[in-house]
């Protein structure tokens, strides 16, 4: 599943216009656990997580991620996404929550990381 695709899916907005949205998604994960993310994420990864910060773009970028998915609208903070944007990284916002997030990823075939 392409990253556009997974935007029309999880009726997410995207936050970073202009960061390639053709990305391939390999895995979803969430995960709010930053240390645990770094050692579990991997390329190609659809992360969903409620923090905002710049360490989440810091280990999305690190690990070369497909997207962050901030769910039930969270917003990101505009030098944060202003970030993201320089390192390629696409930000999407999503209304649903991340237990539906998660769902809607897992119908559509999206497998979890493959440890």
Not at 81 to 98: D, I, Q, W, Y
């Amino acid at each position: 599943m392409k990253v556009s695709e997974l935007t029309a899916l999880l009726e997410a907005e995207n936050m970073t216009p202009g960061v390639e949205e053709d990305r391939e998604v390999s895995c979803g994960y969430t995960c709010d656990l930053l240390s645990w993310v770094m050692a579990h994420g991997c390329e190609g990864m659809a992360w969903v997580t409620v923090q905002t910060h710049m360490n989440v773009v810091a280990v999305a970028a690190l690990a070369e991620m497909a997207c962050v998915i901030l769910p039930e609208n969270i917003d990101m903070p505009e030098s944060i996404l202003a970030k993201a944007t320089e390192e390629g990284l696409r930000v999407l916002k999503s209304p649903l929550s991340a237990y539906t997030i998660c769902g809607r990823m897992m119908e559509k075939g999206v497998p979890e990381k493959a440890e």
